[in-house]
């Protein structure tokens, strides 16, 4: 459904972002926080009466994740939370530690099979099942902020968040192509490099694009019968169907490529090679690179 504002162009397009905000943060928690009962097989508040779990342990939980998420965001007593500003006395947060807790409710919950309301001690009493619909739901709730508020990230079906990336070469025809890639070293080091790539935490982009380098250079020595120029030459002529103008063209390419490898700070790391500081040059480096590769790799014998 759509608002009377956006049907009508009157509503400012939203920014879209990787930048968790407080206000993103606590919607985000909060979504988590309603399917606290689904992962309380896990962490159970024990009925008084023997009935079996009454709900989530917080504290219990809370400790767990003090091991699996050290970074979540936590209260003044120590239990897990969404900061507020000036609340605690301290609000800062690690939004990658909110990622990994969204990626535990959703490998976590389980449906729930039967709630009985136990009067007595005011509560309902809870049992389970081992099928997963609220694990969909969880994705679907998670993925609908995501995309309400502009956050450039999705919750997978495997239950992973992968970052959104716009204007990007790499597509799902790539990597299916990937895939199908025989030489099984060339093949993991570009689901290495599209792995990363994905990644949110920027520190992966320059993996990414380590791991796409060398796939670069790996793929030059595709052709094990020939040394590694004749069989970077046989890739060429077969991506160019031997005309020349593409030769010359694809040539320049690898030769830009290669240059590019050896003068920044992505393969070598010697003090005389240039740094890259902003993580949007990363993402630059490995769609220039992965697209020749793309190409290069539906011509490969």
């Not at 397009?13 to 606290?36: G, H, N, Q, W």
């Not at 009962?37 to 219990?60: F, R, S």
């Not at 998420?69 to 500003?85: A, C, M, T, V």
């Amino acid at each position: 459904m759509s608002y009377y504002t956006e049907r009508h162009g009157m509503r400012t397009p939203v920014e879209k972002t990787y930048d968790i905000t407080m206000e993103m943060y606590s919607l985000l928690f909060d979504c988590c926080a309603r399917f606290f009962d689904n992962v309380a097989w896990q962490y159970p508040d024990e009925c008084p009466d023997g009935n079996g779990c009454c709900g989530l342990d917080l504290v219990k939980l809370s400790t767990a994740l003090s091991f699996e998420i050290p970074s979540l965001f936590r209260n003044q007593n120590g239990i897990i939370d969404k900061p507020q500003k000036g609340y605690y006395g301290n609000d800062s947060y690690d939004q990658y530690g909110l990622l990994d807790f969204i990626e535990f409710i959703y490998l976590n919950c389980k449906d729930i099979s039967s709630r009985w309301w136990h009067s007595f001690h005011r509560h309902d009493d809870i049992s389970f099942d081992n099928t997963r619909t609220c694990a969909t739901e969880f994705k679907s709730a998670i993925n609908g902020i995501f995309e309400k508020t502009g956050l450039l990230y999705t919750l997978t079906d495997r239950g992973m968040i992968e970052r959104v990336t716009e204007n990007s070469v790499l597509s799902k025809a790539i990597e299916s192509r990937v895939l199908q890639v025989k030489e099984k070293g060339l093949r993991e080091l570009l689901d290495d490099a599209i792995i990363a790539y994905k990644t949110p935490h920027p520190s992966a982009r320059q993996s990414a694009v380590e791991k796409i380098w060398d796939a670069l250079e790996r793929l030059k020595t595709y052709y094990t019968t020939l040394d590694k120029k004749n069989s970077a030459a046989k890739i060429v002529s077969d991506m160019a169907h031997g005309q020349i103008e593409f030769i010359d063209l694809f040539n320049s390419e690898f030769k830009v490529l290669t240059d590019i490898g050896n003068n920044f700070r992505i393969r070598h790391h010697e003090t005389n090679k240039t740094d890259i500081t902003d993580s949007k040059h990363y993402d630059y480096f490995f769609n220039r690179c992965l697209s020749l590769i793309a190409l290069a790799i539906q011509y490969l014998k």
